[in-house]
């Protein structure tokens, strides 16, 4: 509950002459002054012979003598009153939601130069380059609070987002609120200054209310409170049309001259049907730009969206390359922040170490491994063939030491290597003993849980069905099947089958092999396009959360179409299951074309957690990529020591950076229990923009870099829907609020509501006086028992007896 603001009082005494029980003034007037002349003529009017000035004096005489009588009678009084003065309050309502920290266009030059005059900018400077809230601030500031002030009346700040609550300086007026609750701000208002001299309520906001009680209904309160409610809107009045930039999908982190690819989708107002050019530039840390990397063209389509643009670039410098996508403002265009994205993507001069195991040489297996030793040089292959005899030379990257036997051990793996494939590998293979498959088995799953990747490609003979119980089982993205499963899948070796995507218009960039979402489709399921399959591994289903990738177009279970490709997460690494072996087809009709870009797109996601982390015992995580403002998030680290166990470590240091002004905080994070060597805390994202987490070797802010993840904080979405000025809802506030209907809310005419640029005339509404008096106690003296009252009357009739007998009138 907001705690009542009462205003200063001081206490002063008045006296004042009253009749205590004397008639309506109307009788007096009407019956008893003409009474007491008709009595007083009809006495004296008799008199004959005496003198007419005598008569005149004593039928005066005659008349004050009743009237003192009377007056008597009416039982006058002396009152002393104590009253307490007061200041009159008026409550400023400003709106602090996330949707004040914009900065409008004001393409009106009458309405900028007379915002600029309201808020005292310079002549050079302009409304635009100032956000709603530091405008607000100053109009207020310099404006509203002297000039009230100064009429004597008690000016009480407010901000309102979620809640109403006190404001103790502008300077603290920062537009960090998730919601616009307008309504409830009036209302707790009203009923906060309920039985206090409220002349009036200023509302100064841009009108979106997106929570709470309706403003109109709020408006309908004051009405009944007889309190005026008088709104000034903020921002640009004018509706303009509007680009906005949206970054689908980037990567956090590429290799060195690696193809990076950004996808992008661009909305507009009230530009349907329109091209626009999409630019990728890359940044400096301080914003400005340093270089275009691509550009393309996108349509805007009769709904206001264009499709998906795909940017495409070779990063060459080796850090943290920070880009920018970005459309072009139209000139009427009002909104600009919109129009560009950021992100920073860490450029590693790492290779993409993989372990290929494979149980005989089968085609898949002969061109895949040939494709990852000549083709990609940003990946180390090292191979295994488990069919081949002893003295057989494994093979592997050139510069490699060929492998001997399989590494089992969980360091060997967490130390060389980022992506493991299987291929159709029997589990009785893969170690020179018992003990060695038990452990090389479980140290491939706990390899894929501290952050790598693994990828299983079905086979004939062993791949998946002969992993059922083993811990490999519990990394694949699907389930195992079923006799009903296998009975389900019919092989037919004859006729081609081609797979169906299971998302065409958002193919997962895995088996995105072109930009075009139709040519792409057309590529994967129609016939004489990718060369077609002919066996299948079945499974009964995705498991939960993982992503199905490709189905098969006419095998189905009690589940659906059969699943042939999927991914999942595994919880820190990821994995993927294959469920046919002739990817190797594919390069009739194209070449290696879509082989190795299907490949290389598939290896590069296994690997990208692992690529992540800057030392191989550290990974840092946030729970999600994007935030809005004031929310928690939950920033959680995992870490090994030399001997990679898990650390015992009592906490673990981590620094939160924000990119826009490059202020770093450290945050401790606290062992996690039941987890060991997991390490977790929760802060406040404050500022909007890009934030970098990170931790060092040493645990210091300038020690050397061990792990990172980058996340963004964003206005909140409610806010960022609309944020244009709703004149509307304003108006017809100020309508209601002061005994209207609400129904000029469309009239610019509206009387309490003003404009940003002319809110000072709102304080012409308050002309009438600051203070008021309210009496306390009254103390009453009666007169008409007094002494000198009764002399008063005596001396009346005796006057009048004094001068009857001079007139010899008695």
């Known amino acids: 509950m907001m705690a009542r603001l009462l205003p200063v009082a001081e206490e002063l005494t008045k006296a004042q002459f009253t009749f205590r029980d004397a008639p309506p003034l109307w009788v007096v007037a009407l019956l008893i002054v003409p009474a007491v002349a008709i009595v007083v003529a009809a006495v004296y009017g008799l008199e004959k012979g005496a003198p007419r000035r005598d008569v005149i004096r004593l039928a005066i005489l005659r008349m004050l003598a009743l009237a003192c009588l009377i007056a008597i009678f009416f039982r006058p009084a002396l009152e002393r009153i104590r009253y307490r003065t007061q200041k009159s309050i008026v409550p400023i309502l400003l709106d602090n939601s996330a949707s004040m920290r914009r900065a409008d266009a004001y393409r009106d030059d009458a309405e900028r130069r007379a915002l600029s005059k309201a808020a005292d900018l310079a002549e050079a400077d302009s409304p635009s380059n100032h956000t709603r809230a530091d405008l607000v601030s100053r109009v207020v500031g310099k404006h509203i609070v ?166 495409r670039f070779s990063p060459r410098q080796i850090g943290e390359l920070r880009v920018a996508v970005k459309v072009q403002p139209r000139p009427d265009e009002a909104l600009t922040d919109d129009n560009i994205e950021r992100r920073t993507i860490r450029v590693k001069p790492e290779k993409i170490r993989v372990l290929f195991i494979e149980g005989y040489p089968r085609w898949e297996y002969r061109y895949l491994k040939n494709a990852l030793l000549r083709a990609d040089e940003n990946i180390l292959l090292h191979c295994y063939l488990t069919a081949a005899d002893r003295d057989f030379p494994q093979e592997c990257t050139k510069g490699l030491t060929p492998l001997k036997r399989i590494p089992t051990d969980r360091r060997s793996l967490l130390e060389n290597y980022d992506v493991i494939l299987f291929g159709d590998v029997p589990p009785d293979r893969l170690g020179e003993g018992r003990e060695d498959r038990e452990e090389f088995l479980k140290s491939v799953k706990e390899f894929v849980q501290r952050g790598g990747g693994f990828l299983m490609i079905a086979g004939e003979i062993d791949s998946p069905r002969s992993y059922a119980g083993t811990p490999i089982q519990e990394l694949l993205p699907v389930e195992l099947p079923g006799p009903e499963d296998e009975a389900a899948a019919v092989l037919d070796r004859v006729n081609e089958f081609e797979p169906r995507l299971e998302t065409p218009t958002q193919p997962h960039d895995i088996v995105r092999l072109e930009d075009d979402v139709e040519q792409n489709r057309r590529l994967w399921e129609a016939k004489n396009n990718l060369r077609g399959q002919l066996w299948f591994a079945p499974v009964k289903k995705a498991k939960p959360g993982a992503e199905v990738l490709l189905r098969h177009p006419d095998a189905r279970n009690r589940y659906g179409n059969m699943i042939l490709a999927a991914v999942t997460f595994v919880p820190e690494g990821r994995s993927m ?53 004031k929310d928690r998030a939950v920033l959680e680290a995992r870490v090994l020591d030399e001997s990679f166990q898990p650390a015992t470590k009592a906490r673990q240091e981590a620094f939160v950076r924000t990119l826009r002004t490059g202020n770093t905080v450290p945050v401790s994070l606290e062992p996690v229990g039941g987890e060991p060597g997991t390490f977790r805390a929760a802060f406040q994202v404050a500022e909007e923009g890009r934030y970098q987490a990170f931790l060092t070797e040493d645990g210091s802010e300038s020690g050397k870099r061990v792990a990172s993840v980058e996340f963004e904080a964003r206005l909140p979405d409610r806010e960022n829907r609309d944020p244009m000025l ?83 009138l008695l």
């Open 146 to 311: 002297p000039q009230l002030t100064d009429l004597g009346f008690d000016v009480q700040l407010f901000q309102f987002a979620d809640d109403l609550s006190s404001l103790s300086s502008l300077s603290a007026l920062s537009g960090t609120g998730d919601r616009t609750r307008l309504g409830e701000a009036i209302a707790r208002s009203v009923e906060d200054h309920r039985g206090l001299n409220v002349p009036g309520i200023l509302v100064f906001s841009d009108g979106r209310s997106n929570d709470g009680r309706d403003p109109r209904d709020a408006a309908r309160l004051a009405a009944q409170d007889l309190v005026p409610v008088y709104t000034i809107g903020v921002g640009d009045p004018t509706a303009p049309s509007n680009l906005a930039i949206e970054i689908v999908e980037a990567p956090e982190v590429a290799l060195q001259n690696d193809e990076v690819v950004i996808t992008a989708r661009v909305t507009g107002t009230g530009v349907d049907g329109e091209r626009v050019l999409v630019i990728l530039t890359s940044e400096e840390a301080d914003g400005t730009e340093s270089e275009t990397l691509a550009t393309a063209e996108s349509s805007i389509g009769p709904g206001g969206t264009s499709g998906r643009v795909t940017l």
């Open 577 to 629: 299951f294959l469920g046919f072996d002739s990817t190797w087809r594919w390069r009739f009709q194209y070449g290696d074309r879509y082989f190795e870009k299907f490949w290389r797109r598939a290896i590069r996601y296994l690997a990208l957690n692992r690529l992540k982390s800057g030392d191989r015992r550290f990974t840092l995580a946030v729970e999600r990529n994007i935030f809005e403002l």
């Open 726 to 808: 709703d004149a509307a809802t304003l108006r017809a506030v100020a309508a209601i609020a002061t005994g209207g209907t609400g129904a000029v809310e469309n009239s610019i005419q509206t009387p309490n509501y003003f404009p940003l640029s002319r809110a000072s005339d709102v304080v012409k509404r308050f002309r009438g006086g600051g203070q008021v008096e309210i009496p306390e106690a009254s103390e009453v003296r009666d007169l008409w028992d007094r002494w000198e009252v009764i002399a008063l009357l005596v001396l009346i009739l005796a006057l009048e007896w004094w001068l009857r007998k001079r007139s010899q």
